[in-house]
């Protein structure tokens, strides 16, 4: 055998082998690398944990758990109460809130009636209310809209405003 042709002997398999890893390293390197969620599943993802967010703001109303109701909402937070009255800033609205805390005496009833998540920014939903103080025989029925935000660690009440219903 020939010098040259030895050497081109081995020279072919070490191309072909060179050119096997140059187009398999980079498909297994993205196998091994974390994957990026897609769209979808963050989305999924995220009205998931709006769910339980939502969940915990309304139940901890009704519970009288003033620290969970207060982690919920954000600290610029506005509610537009049924009679009109506005707070701004989640100190005002604990403030406007505190006997209800307090008194542990008003029953707080919901049902879901709409609902929209926007991915992991925004979410919408509207609950028809009604809020009890049975010692003194007060019943206020009420459409409540809350707007929640996510803030990148998770979702927070940013606004609720109440309408009353007949």
């Not at 049924?82 to 049902?111: K, P, Q, T």
Request: charged letters at 20%; proline letters at 5%; aromatic letters at 10%.
């Amino acid at each position: 055998m020939s010098r040259k042709t030895t050497f081109a002997g081995k020279l072919v398999p070490l191309v072909l082998k060179i050119a096997v890893l140059a187009i398999a390293a980079p498909a297994a390197l993205a196998q091994e690398a974390p994957a990026t969620p897609a769209p979808e599943t963050a989305a999924v993802g995220c009205a998931r944990q709006f769910e339980q967010a939502q969940r915990i703001d309304m139940e901890s109303f009704r519970d009288y758990d003033a620290e969970t109701f207060r982690a919920i909402h954000h600290e610029r937070a506005v509610t537009v109460f049924a009679s009109g009255a506005r707070r701004e800033g989640v100190d005002a609205i604990m403030a406007a809130l505190a006997s209800h805390f307090r008194n542990r005496e008003g029953r707080w009833s919901w049902v879901e009636r709409y609902r929209v998540v926007d991915g992991c920014r925004a979410a919408f939903i509207l609950y028809e209310t009604v809020y009890e103080l049975p010692s003194v025989g007060y019943r206020q029925r009420a459409l409540t809209g809350v707007t929640y935000t996510h803030d990148g660690n998770g979702w927070l009440a940013v606004a609720d405003q109440g309408t009353p219903l007949p």
